[in-house]
């Protein structure tokens, strides 16, 4: 069959005559010459028509009701055609009503002539379409469907699929290049009676021709775009989905969606057909297109059920058998709790009620059945996606105490709660889990090794705390000391270099601030992995435009003390996160464990070690066979010291260090408050690196006669960092210290930091934080764990 595309139109799309018009539209500019089209009754006449067949059995008088369908039916036809054509339908209009007086005159109808009085709805629509098209210029003519779709009769009516698509394929060879106007809704027994395929039924005659025709896509339009993340009558910013797969489609419509029925999607199983849902009053705007497999998972949809029906039963039987046969008898419910005692509970909609208890009595014996009580009091809010798992956590949080624990399966999260809750929970799992990702955007200032590495582990780590936090954390900004890129994408973790060098350009604060607004982004952490003054003065500004702050800098911790609490007054005052572990001890919990023990309501007394792996690792090899300035150059050729070996020898950087960490246990004091004695001798301090590297072995006379003395002592040398605070006195420095040989200082792996803090719950025995505090992994871990904590609080709010 040569067919590719199948429309079908529902009543609402068919409720006068400019609907008729715009489904000609739709179907002139949308469709194909050798279209299928399946058509429902227009407005509300199949209603209609059901009131006729109510007025004859109450005995009412239904000619005047009949005589109100027969004129709606011929105003539509004047408004739609030209007299030629409106004269033929006219006269088989009554030739029609002939025919329904006739019936309806009837002392008694049977099944199959109450069938026919419903079905000439779809009939009368399916004439008159095709006549507007033929009128509009293309070939079209209408098919009854009852002459192609064989069924052998039930509850429902079951298709005999193989004849029924030799009918229909013979039908479509004999009508080449013409749009068939089928009628929806009806099929017929092997006497040709007319039988109706029930609710949805239109819908299900789409699908069902489809899936017979070998057609590649069916459009159902109707009054709605498509499936939306969650009901948009209820929820202002629920989503319209592009995609939906065919199991998460039929998952939903059996949980209750209005736009969808699980019928409608059962002949599309084991095909290749997709189904597209679009508005017919809207057909230029986007739509959700359902295929047998689709990457929707990103998209979960909330749904609900105001009332369900849940029946609490005794059963000594299988359970797996159990709910086999309630699948059989097409009565799965939509959810089910197994409880002690061989009760379970299942739920349903109010619907199948009466269905459910006839089985319960049928089957009692079978399967050791007993009905405890039907409870009505409650409803369902449920959520549907083929990653249902990640969002048990989020959604589970969100229950209150009457609501029953999730029931979960491989599509669906669901529970039961009062009714009088149902609209709050499904507002709050709509926000939690299927509402807008919060957009967590990153800059990264400062691009060298530690930024490098940093980004590393970023690429591996994202997709797991995007996962954890259901949110979009992505880096958007990348700035040097000279140049900056901002995108409104996320930044190729993968080629981020060469995106830089090509889309990087000079930069300044306010333009930098000003091109954020633009991103996109709910919330922006800076990341600054720099040793820049200039930046860290810029702080306040970062934090009076709403920028969280991740610091490997230690300057803005380290800073005058009246700018460290300005700084400390902003965040309190726009509830806004800086973390800045790794300006000390890099990815070692110092200060983890001293807010820890702040925490636990201990009080920190001392706090001491060694904050330097540069000055670590030249105390642990200078043992007095070569001289320490031979040491500093070896160690500056490793990489181990900064360009200028001064700036670790001078104590500068631990003296900085030791004053974050007396900050962070509550002391306001200021950095000179903290007493330091460099190795670098003032005459040495003031000339050039090329001269001092040129003089560097003045260091040795001093440092060799410290080495003896504290030898002589059965003691060695270590450059050390100390803070007491104890009864109001603190004594603070920074310095070279001797220390016996079983000290936890004397015995570390060269490049260590090692801290250790005493306090009144840790005083004989202190507390030891001890490994490495310095490198481009270590510090980028630390950084990346602020950032994954700062993210926490964010989305927590």
Same mark, same amino acid.
């Given at each position: ?61 239904? %000619? ?68 507007? !098209? ?14 192609? %779709?064989?069924? /052998? ?16 394929? &013979? ?42 025709? &070998? ?49 409608? !999607? ?142 979960? &399966? ?16 499904? #507002? ?63 930044? =190729? ?61 230690? !300057? ?12 400390? #007054? ?143 002592? /059965? ?15 603190? /004594? ?14 004397? =015995? ?50």
């Amino acid at each position: 069959m040569a067919s590719s595309h199948l429309h079908k139109f529902g009543g609402s799309s068919l409720a006068d005559a400019d609907c008729y018009r715009r489904v000609a539209h739709i179907l002139l500019t949308h469709g194909h010459s050798d279209d299928l089209i399946v058509v429902s009754a227009a407005g509300k006449t199949t209603n209609h028509l059901y009131k006729l067949l109510a007025f004859k059995a109450s005995g009412d008088l239904w %000619l005047e009701s009949l005589q109100d369908l027969i004129s709606f039916q011929q105003n539509l036809i004047e408004q739609l055609l030209s007299n030629q054509d409106a004269r033929e339908l006219r006269e088989r209009l009554s030739t029609d009503k002939a025919q329904l007086t006739s019936l309806l005159s009837l002392t008694e109808m049977n099944v199959y002539q109450r069938n026919q009085v419903v079905s000439f709805g779809e009939r009368w629509s399916a004439r008159l379409m095709a006549a507007l !098209l033929s009128e509009s210029g293309v070939a079209a003519t209408h098919l009854d469907a009852a002459s192609v %779709l064989v069924a /052998d009769e039930g509850v429902v009516p079951q298709i005999r699929v193989e004849e029924s698509k030799r009918k229909l394929s &013979d039908k479509i060879v004999a009508l080449p290049d013409q749009r068939i106007v089928i009628t929806g809704f009806i099929c017929a027994n092997e006497q040709g009676d007319t039988l109706l395929l029930g609710r949805n039924g239109s819908d299900y005659s789409a699908t069902l021709i489809a899936s017979l025709a &070998d057609i590649s896509r069916v459009t159902i339009w109707t009054d709605v775009e498509g499936v939306f993340n969650a009901d948009p009558n209820k929820t202002n910013d629920a989503k319209l989905l592009s995609s939906l797969s065919l199991s998460e489609a039929d998952r939903l419509a059996n949980l209750g969606s209005p736009v969808l029925h699980s019928r409608t !999607l059962q002949p599309l199983f084991d095909t290749q057909v997709s189904l597209a849902v679009r508005s017919s009053y809207a057909s230029h705007t986007d739509f959700t297109l359902i295929t047998p497999t689709s990457d929707s998972a990103s998209a979960p949809v909330v749904t609900n059920l105001d009332t369900v029906s849940l029946f609490r039963v005794k059963l000594a039987g299988d359970l797996e058998g159990f709910l086999s046969a309630l699948n059989l008898a097409a009565i799965s419910p939509l959810a089910f709790w197994s409880q002690a005692s061989q009760r379970v509970e299942l739920a349903f909609t109010p619907e199948l009620q009466p269905q459910v208890e006839q089985f319960l009595r049928d089957n009692q014996a079978l399967f050791d059945v007993s009905l405890l009580e039907i409870v009505t009091d409650m409803g369902l809010v449920a959520l549907v996606s083929s990653d249902a798992k990640l969002y048990h956590r989020s959604f589970a949080r969100l229950l209150s105490r009457d609501a029953k624990a999730l029931y979960s &399966d491989a599509l669906s999260l669901v529970t039961l709660v009062p009714k009088t809750q149902v609209n709050l929970l499904t #507002q709050k799992v709509h926000r939690r889990c299927a509402g807008p990702r919060k957009r967590i955007g990153l800059l990264l200032l400062g691009l060298g090794n530690i930024g490098e590495a940093w980004i590393q582990l970023f690429k591996r780590s994202q997709a797991a705390l995007n996962q954890e936090l259901e949110a979009s954390v992505e880096l958007v900004g990348l700035i040097s000391s000279q140049r900056a890129w901002l995108s409104s994408q996320q930044v =190729n973790l993968g080629t981020w270099q060469d995106e830089f060098e090509a889309n990087a350009k000079p930069w300044e604060y306010v333009d930098l601030f000003e091109e954020l607004q633009h991103l996109g982004c709910d919330e922006y952490v800076a990341l600054d992995i720099s040793a820049s003054g200039s930046l860290s003065l810029q702080y306040p500004a970062f934090f009076e435009r709403g920028i969280h702050i991740v610091s490997a800098n230690k !300057l803005a911790g380290s800073g005058p003390l009246v700018f460290y609490k300005q700084l400390k #007054q902003q965040l309190g005052n726009r509830r806004l996160f800086w973390r800045y572990n790794a300006s000390c001890g890099a990815g070692l919990p110092v200060q983890h464990a001293l807010n820890d023990l702040h925490n636990s309501g201990d009080r920190v007394e001392a706090v001491g070690g060694i904050f330097s792996g540069t000055l670590c690792w030249l105390f642990e090899h200078f043992d007095g066979s070569k001289p320490f300035s031979e040491l500093v150059l070896e160690a500056k050729a490793l990489g181990i010291t900064e360009p200028d070996p001064r700036d670790d020898l001078s104590g500068r950087d631990m003296q900085r260090k030791l004053l974050i960490l007396a900050r962070e246990i509550g002391l306001d004091i200021e950095l000179d408050d903290i007493t330091l004695n460099s190795l670098v001798p003032d005459e040495l301090a003031q000339l050039s690196l090329d001269d001092f590297i040129a003089q560097i072995s003045e260091l040795d006379g001093l440092m060799q006669q410290q080495f003896v003395a504290a030898q002589e002592q /059965d003691k060695v040398l270590r450059y050390v960092a100390s803070l007491d605070h104890h009864q109001g006195k603190l /004594d603070a420095k920074v310095g070279l210290e001797w220390v016996d040989a079983s000290h936890p200082y004397a =015995n570390l792996t060269p490049g260590d930091n090692v801290f250790v803090i005493r306090s009144a719950f840790y005083q004989g025995n202190p507390l030891i934080i001890r490994g490495p505090g310095a490198g481009r992994e270590v510090t980028a871990a630390a950084v990346q764990s602020d950032l994954a904590q700062i993210c926490r609080d964010l989305i927590q709010e």
